[in-house]
């Protein structure tokens, strides 16, 4: 995450701009079973593809219009944005 904020004072009033940039690497989202991976690896590409699948339930609820749940880690971060 980067934030910046910048202050820019004329006259009487004081203009302040924010930005914020989240850069998430969303790769990892191949099949348990085409990886080979077991133990650790096939626990860490679980919690990978659990966390893209909030983060796309997230996007279909916010294109309907609903209530987002952020429940994931992932979603959390981006909840903000």
Do not use: M, P
């Amino acid at each position: 995450i980067l934030r910046f904020r910048k202050e820019v004072k004329r006259g009487g009033w004081v203009e302040e701009f924010r930005s914020k940039l989240c850069l998430v690497d969303l790769a990892g989202s191949e099949r348990a079973h085409d990886t080979g991976l077991t133990g650790v690896g096939l626990e860490e590409g679980i919690a990978i593809n659990q966390s893209l699948s909030a983060l796309g339930q997230c996007l279909v609820q916010l294109c309907k219009g609903e209530r987002v749940n952020y429940s994931d880690k992932l979603t959390k971060l981006l909840a903000e944005s």
